[in-house]
């Protein structure tokens, strides 16, 4: 395959911002990638890229950055995004559980994971870690859907033995080995990776938290995906159910579902043994922001997490977030940093969206960033996407100014394309 530079401005990091500062940023102004293979083969200033033969793509003085990666979603929730008016146990309950029924025809899966990708890469993310349901056809659809697409996700067969309508109930033997059977079939197949998923403790008994216990047990290198503390109803119900849990984290971790590979998402009231342990074994945690506003859940530590060295990741969570859009994500994120008084740096949003929901999937050794060797997943902002962005950014005296206005502002208008695995999406 012959490789291509695709000229422009570029972004990428050699660090996290978080701990490295505003410099763990390389910006050129006049820069470019050259992709070979389906990879990064380099990044650097269009001079120094430039050579007889190579084929050009040139996107003028659009920025390419890495390919967003959404840490936490639920594709299944498609189709009732922007459910009106319940928090937690009541939207699930009223909105999210009958939706999920639904997908035990595979047609209809089928039909809502190619949906949801397509919107997926019209808004930039190249990568998201998924929640299906309970139903293995729901897993096969989602996965058929991203290996036509070329996609790098992550996703698994959400686990749920009680608490839920007899038709989003398995059990714990069926959970096993439904996900079992998914997790051979899929895990490392092209670019898909399995997830051992029971929902959240409430609708999980001991004996099906413990069944996928041991199968992650058998599978440590699977990622293990979870809710955690997301809203103050959800932690007093998980109390009553667990009396002698020594809080919601031991609901896990007395069944072996604590560990360096676990994902656990919203993490919003964590006690301070919780957040020992979650940092003793370098388990990752997910921002999700605009699902704990619509919701109504509460407002993530981003500032104290980080400064405590553990892995964050960032995400929609739709259908309780209010966008596909990691952009519109990224905008969340910082205006509820700004309520917690850590307003994030406009290099640390975006890193949060790229190489820090890659760090938090263990991939950021393969995609996530413009560097050599990583997966050539990225995407071109049109930095004066609409009038109103545009007018503002005309002002910027750095990249930075030029590009928040985007990310407060801009939405799927703000993709010029998005390229998977060097080849550019829709084409
Ligand atoms: N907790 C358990 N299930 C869900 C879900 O589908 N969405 C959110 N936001 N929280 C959950
Ligand atoms: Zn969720």
Same mark, same amino acid.
């Given at each position: 395959?012959?490789?291509?530079?695709?000229?422009?401005?570029?972004?990428?990091?050699?660090?996290?911002?978080?701990?490295?500062?505003?410099?763990?940023?390389?910006?050129?102004?006049?820069? /470019?990638?050259?992709?070979?293979?389906?990879?990064?083969?380099?990044?650097?200033?269009?001079?120094?890229?430039?050579?007889?033969?190579?084929?050009?793509?040139?996107?003028?003085?659009?920025?390419?950055?890495?390919?967003?990666?959404?840490?936490?979603?639920?594709?299944?929730?498609?189709?009732?995004?922007?459910?009106?008016?319940?928090?937690?146990?009541?939207?699930?309950?009223?909105?999210?559980?009958?939706?999920?029924?639904?997908?035990?025809?595979?047609?209809?899966?089928?039909?809502?994971?190619?949906?949801?990708?397509?919107?997926?890469?019209?808004?930039?993310? +190249?990568?998201?870690?998924?929640?299906?349901?309970?139903?293995?056809?729901?897993?096969?659809?989602?996965?058929?859907?991203?290996?036509?697409?070329?996609?790098?996700?992550?996703? /698994?067969?959400?686990?749920?033995?009680?608490?839920?309508?007899?038709?989003?109930?398995?059990?714990?033997? &069926?959970?096993?080995?439904?996900?079992?059977?998914?997790?051979?079939?899929?895990?490392?197949? %092209?670019?898909?990776?399995?997830?051992?998923?029971?929902?959240?403790?409430? +609708?999980?008994?001991?004996?099906?938290?413990?069944?996928?216990?041991?199968?992650?047990?058998?599978?440590?290198?699977?990622?293990?995906?979870?809710?955690?503390?997301?809203?103050?109803?959800?932690?007093?119900?998980?109390? &009553?159910?667990?009396?002698?849990?020594?809080?919601?984290?031991?609901? @896990?971790?007395?069944?072996?579902?604590? %560990?360096?590979?676990?994902? @656990?998402?919203?993490?919003?009231?964590?006690?301070?043994?919780?957040? *020992?342990?979650?940092?003793?074994?370098?388990? *990752?945690?997910?921002?999700?922001?605009?699902?704990?506003?619509?919701?109504?859940?509460?407002?993530?530590?981003?500032?104290?997490?980080?400064?405590?060295?553990?892995?964050?990741?960032?995400?929609?969570? +739709?259908?309780?977030?209010?966008?596909?859009?990691?952009?519109?994500?990224?905008?969340?994120? @910082?205006?509820?940093?700004?309520?917690?008084?850590?307003?994030?740096?406009?290099?640390?949003?975006?890193?949060?969206?790229?190489? /820090?929901?890659?760090?938090?999937?263990?991939?950021?050794?393969?995609?996530?960033?413009?560097?050599?060797?990583?997966?050539?997943?990225?995407?071109?902002?049109?930095? *004066?996407?609409?009038?109103?962005?545009?007018?503002?950014?005309?002002?910027?005296?750095?990249?930075?100014?030029?590009?928040?206005?985007?990310?407060?502002?801009?939405?799927?208008?703000?993709?010029?394309?998005?390229?998977?695995?060097?080849?550019?999406?829709?084409?």
């Amino acid at each position: 395959m012959t490789a291509t530079l695709h000229l422009g401005q570029t972004l990428s990091f050699s660090d996290d911002p978080f701990h490295a500062g505003i410099d763990a940023a390389r910006h050129h102004r006049n820069g /470019g990638i050259v992709v070979e293979n389906g990879k990064i083969a380099a990044v650097g200033s269009a001079d120094e890229l430039k050579r007889e033969g190579l084929a050009e793509v040139d996107h003028g003085d659009k920025l390419i950055v890495a390919g967003f990666v959404d840490a936490h979603v639920h594709y299944p929730q498609t189709a009732m995004i922007a459910s009106w008016g319940k928090r937690l146990i009541d939207w699930l309950n009223t909105y999210t559980f009958p939706e999920e029924s639904r997908f035990k025809d595979r047609a209809y899966a089928d039909d809502i994971a190619g949906r949801y990708l397509d919107i997926l890469l019209a808004n930039g993310t +190249t990568t998201v870690c998924s929640y299906c349901t309970i139903h293995p056809e729901s897993v096969d659809a989602f996965f058929t859907a991203a290996e036509a697409r070329g996609m790098r996700v992550l996703a /698994g067969k959400t686990c749920m033995d009680r608490n839920a309508p007899d038709t989003l109930r398995d059990t714990a033997q &069926s959970a096993y080995d439904d996900s079992k059977r998914l997790l051979q079939h899929w895990h490392g197949r %092209g670019r898909a990776s399995y997830v051992i998923t029971p929902r959240f403790s409430p +609708t999980s008994t001991p004996e099906q938290l413990q069944a996928l216990g041991d199968l992650w047990a058998e599978h440590p290198d699977c990622l293990m995906q979870t809710h955690l503390s997301e809203q103050v109803d959800e932690i007093a119900w998980v109390k &009553s159910l667990f009396p002698k849990a020594r809080d919601y984290l031991d609901t @896990y971790e007395a069944f072996g579902l604590l %560990g360096t590979n676990g994902l @656990y998402g919203h993490a919003i009231y964590l006690e301070p043994r919780e957040h *020992a342990r979650l940092s003793e074994v370098d388990a *990752a945690l997910v921002h999700c922001p605009t699902s704990n506003t619509f919701i109504g859940s509460g407002l993530f530590d981003m500032g104290g997490l980080k400064r405590a060295g553990m892995r964050v990741g960032l995400a929609t969570d +739709t259908g309780g977030g209010s966008s596909f859009s990691m952009l519109r994500t990224m905008a969340a994120a @910082y205006e509820v940093g700004q309520l917690k008084d850590r307003p994030l740096h406009p290099a640390e949003l975006l890193w949060l969206a790229t190489q /820090g929901s890659a760090r938090s999937l263990r991939l950021d050794d393969t995609i996530g960033n413009l560097a050599p060797g990583l997966e050539a997943d990225f995407v071109v902002l049109d930095l *004066a996407s609409t009038p109103a962005i545009s007018q503002r950014s005309e002002r910027a005296d750095d990249i930075w100014e030029a590009l928040f206005p985007t990310i407060m502002m801009g939405d799927d208008r703000a993709i010029a394309a998005t390229y998977v695995a060097g080849a550019k999406a829709g084409a």
